[in-house]
């Protein structure tokens, strides 16, 4: 049971590449998620996924886009990446009495 | 909307020190409340919930109650460890189901 796992682990992109962040969870949970991690400004959501074949803007959703490929994976992807977007992301997964288990990130430096 | 304000840190305490790390939030409804803490290098782990006023979360010799009247949820240990090194962050989950996340403080704690 590895819980939910992320990759790749860390990632460097020159500004307008693109990239897929991977994410699984195998614990049959329904409710996944994208989260960022600022210096200084806690997690925000970037997208949600509450069931397969669904999802659903957070607080920070510009320059992303997810897919939910099944119950077990969701992925981010940032089609054209901009500094701003340098971060580390985190994916989690939500058990049916709501708490949420997280990933171990993924470290994103945009130059 | 909601909000969640943590203690700015960073915090250095020595071996066997008491602490504090204060919350305060802001948020419509009566919301559930937690503290999830990150050890280097990993996501985030659930350390303790409270789910209604007046009730106390703990977990690992840690303590925080919901205080209702005074909007807090402030973190509380007798006796840190070394091993409690770590960031930690107060959080909240609204009537919209989602969490929403205080700016984290960094605990060091020295032998």
């Known amino acids: 049971n590895a819980g939910v796992t992320q990759t790749p682990k860390f990632q460097v992109l020159k500004t307008g590449q693109s990239m897929t962040l991977q994410c699984a969870q195998d614990m049959n949970h329904n409710s996944m998620y994208w989260y960022r991690q600022d210096p200084g400004m806690g997690l925000r959501l970037i997208y949600y996924?509450?069931?397969?074949?669904?999802?659903d803007k957070g607080e920070v959703p510009n320059g992303y886009n997810v897919s939910r490929l099944n119950k077990r994976e969701f992925s981010l992807r940032l089609e054209s990446a901009a500094p701003s977007q340098t971060s580390v992301y985190f994916c989690?997964?939500?058990?049916?009495?709501?708490?949420?288990?997280f990933g171990p990130g993924t470290r994103l430096t945009v130059t | 909307g909601n909000s969640v304000t943590q203690m700015e840190g960073p915090v250095t305490l020595s071996e066997e020190a008491f602490l504090t790390i204060n919350c305060t939030y802001t948020a419509t409804g009566y919301p559930s409340l937690f503290w999830y803490v990150q050890y280097p290098g990993e996501g985030l782990q659930l350390l303790l919930k409270?789910?209604?006023?007046?009730d106390k979360g703990s977990n690992k010799g840690f303590e925080a109650t919901y205080r209702k009247e005074t909007t807090s949820f402030h973190l509380e240990k007798g006796s840190v460890q070394v091993s409690d090194s770590a960031v930690y962050f107060c959080a909240l989950r609204g009537s919209a189901r989602q969490l929403t996340f205080g700016s984290g403080t960094q605990l060091t704690v020295l032998p």
């Open positions: 989690a997964s939500k058990d049916p009495g709501d708490e949420q288990y």
């Open positions: 409270a789910t209604k006023a007046d």
């Open positions: 996924s509450a069931s397969e074949g669904t999802t």
